[in-house]
Nanobody
Framework: VQLQASGGGMVQTGGSLRLSCAAS????????VAWFRQAPGKEREFVVA????????YHADSVKGRFTISRDPAKNTVYLQMNSLKPEDTAVYYC??????????????????WGQGTLVTVSS
């Protein structure tokens, strides 16, 4: 399985970006798909995940109401729509897939495959 993340860039505070995560080698439908991010000098942190087979979504408190995860099955691609961006959202964003149990959905170790990361920079 290969995941290709794209869509990062530089945006001003309050702006929007949409990240893409295109999968090849396996259909996403039976997996959970997640986005994590890692800011300079910090650990990788959970952002949002969706269990695609049941349609449930989990958000980090810091992005609730601002970030939305969606999927295009025809393109085997997952998107992260980020609105009302803040400087503290600046990070490298990674997509990942796996089959975590619900209690472990926010753990990096629960995911088997990772994209290469795409940089998001939010200027103040």
């Amino acid at each position: 399985v290969q995941l290709q993340a794209s869509g990062g860039g530089m945006v001003q505070t309050g702006g929007s970006l949409r990240l893409s995560c295109a999968a090849s080698g396996r259909t996403l439908g039976t997996y959970a798909v997640a986005w994590f991010r890692q800011a300079p000098g910090k650990e990788r942190e959970f952002v949002v995940a969706r269990r695609l087979s049941v349609g449930t979504t989990y958000h980090a408190d810091s992005v609730k109401g601002r970030f939305t995860i969606s999927r295009d099955p025809a393109k085997n691609t997952v998107y992260l729509q980020m609105n009302s961006l803040k400087p503290e959202d600046t990070a490298v964003y990674y997509c990942a897939i796996g089959r975590p149990i619900v209690s472990s959905i926010q753990r990096t170790g629960s995911y088997d495959y990772w994209g290469q990361g795409t940089l998001v920079t939010v200027s103040s």
